[in-house]
């Protein structure tokens, strides 16, 4: 009998996957033959040196970006062929940058993440919106222009918007999705564990998907279920984080020496790594 992926026997539903995905721009190809599969209820990290395809890859599964070749399914259903509101009911994005043109209120920046449900609102509407900022410690925020927070800040504001985007089930039945571009770039090391730590929870307890752009390889091996390394714009390594992410794997992906470090005192936990340039 021929051994089978966990993910055939997966509902549609609950997957987000690319299949031979190929883009290419005028002199260079940016991703080749790429395919990756995406799980709901698990948080899966995106890796790989600067250039490797990363927020390439990301672009495709937001429907930011079409692939040359191959394609885009969500819940089964190619990605092109979801209506945009739809879509944006299902699944929320927070892009590596983001420059917001008006003065618009942290407040209200997180209320934008409830657009999409405008039509067929929730009986808390309000509350959706404090209690997501909540989530992410900037209620305290509310009133103040979001162009005048610091970069973490901000960070933490687009993702409560995300939060508030997906709040809810979707009618449709399919799974919720938080599309992460590096969303811990801009964070201080307390507001970066908090950050995954709460993307983790959502996925754990609602089943929520999470794909995150990372290049903290500790962070990726502490809170992601899975990961999907990319190099020269090539899949080089997909599966559970701490089976792909080996020394052998990152002194050929990253160039880098990987010490694996003890949990403290003897505590069972993820694996960790202390790094070293190569002699």
């Given at each position: 009998?021929?051994?089978?992926?966990?993910?055939?026997?997966?509902?549609?539903?609950?997957?987000?996957?690319?299949?031979?995905?190929?883009?290419?721009?005028?002199?260079?190809?940016?991703?080749?033959?790429?395919?990756?599969?995406?799980?709901?209820?698990?948080?899966?990290?995106?890796?790989?040196?600067?250039?490797?395809?990363?927020?390439?890859?990301?672009?495709?599964?937001?429907?930011?970006?079409?692939?040359?070749?191959?394609?885009?399914?969500?819940?089964?259903?190619?990605?092109?062929?979801?209506?945009?509101?739809?879509?944006?009911?299902?699944?929320?994005?927070?892009?590596?940058?983001?420059?917001?043109?008006?003065?618009?209120?942290?407040?209200?920046?997180?209320?934008?993440?409830?657009?999409?449900?405008?039509?067929?609102?929730?009986?808390?509407?309000?509350?959706?919106?404090?209690?997501?900022?909540?989530?992410t410690a900037v209620e305290h925020l509310q009133h103040r222009a979001l162009n005048?927070?610091?970069?973490?800040?901000?960070?933490?504001?687009?993702?409560?918007?995300?939060?508030?985007?997906?709040?809810?089930?979707?009618?449709?039945?399919?799974?919720?999705?938080?599309?992460?571009?590096?969303?811990?770039?801009?964070?201080?090391?307390?507001?970066?564990?908090?950050?995954?730590?709460?993307?983790?929870?959502?996925?754990t307890s609602q089943g929520v998907g999470v794909v995150a752009v990372l290049h903290?390889?500790?962070?990726?091996?502490?809170?992601?279920?899975?990961?999907?390394?990319?190099?020269?714009?090539?899949?080089?390594?997909?599966?559970?984080?701490?089976?792909?992410?080996?020394?052998?794997?990152?002194?050929?992906?990253?160039?880098?020496?990987?010490?694996?470090?003890?949990?403290?005192?003897g505590e069972p936990g993820p694996r960790q790594y202390l790094f070293e340039a190569?002699?």
């Amino acid at each position: 009998m021929n051994a089978r992926s966990l993910t055939d026997f997966l509902p549609l539903a609950d997957m987000l996957e690319v299949a031979d995905v190929g883009v290419e721009v005028p002199g260079r190809s940016l991703l080749q033959t790429a395919s990756a599969q995406f799980i709901a209820g698990q948080v899966t990290a995106v890796l790989g040196p600067n250039g490797a395809g990363k927020s390439t890859l990301m672009s495709l599964l937001t429907g930011q970006r079409q692939p040359s070749s191959g394609h885009v399914r969500l819940a089964g259903k190619a990605l092109p062929a979801y209506a945009p509101a739809e879509l944006a009911r299902m699944r929320a994005c927070v892009a590596q940058e983001t420059h917001v043109a008006f003065e618009f209120t942290v407040r209200e920046v997180v209320e934008l993440g409830r657009y999409p449900h405008r039509r067929h609102p929730g009986c808390n509407e309000a509350g959706i919106v404090t209690q997501a900022m909540q989530a992410t410690a900037v209620e305290h925020l509310q009133h103040r222009a979001l162009n005048t927070l610091s970069g973490g800040e901000k960070a933490r504001v687009h993702l409560a918007r995300a939060l508030a985007q997906v709040w809810e089930p979707s009618e449709s039945l399919a799974a919720r999705w938080l599309l992460l571009d590096e969303p811990t770039a801009a964070l201080d090391l307390h507001h970066q564990h908090s950050m995954l730590q709460l993307v983790r929870a959502w996925a754990t307890s609602q089943g929520v998907g999470v794909v995150a752009v990372l290049h903290d390889l500790n962070l990726a091996l502490r809170y992601s279920d899975r990961c999907v390394v990319l190099q020269h714009g090539r899949v080089v390594g997909s599966g559970a984080t701490a089976e792909v992410l080996t020394p052998l794997c990152i002194e050929k992906v990253w160039g880098m020496v990987a010490h694996a470090v003890a949990p403290h005192d003897g505590e069972p936990g993820p694996r960790q790594y202390l790094f070293e340039a190569p002699v």
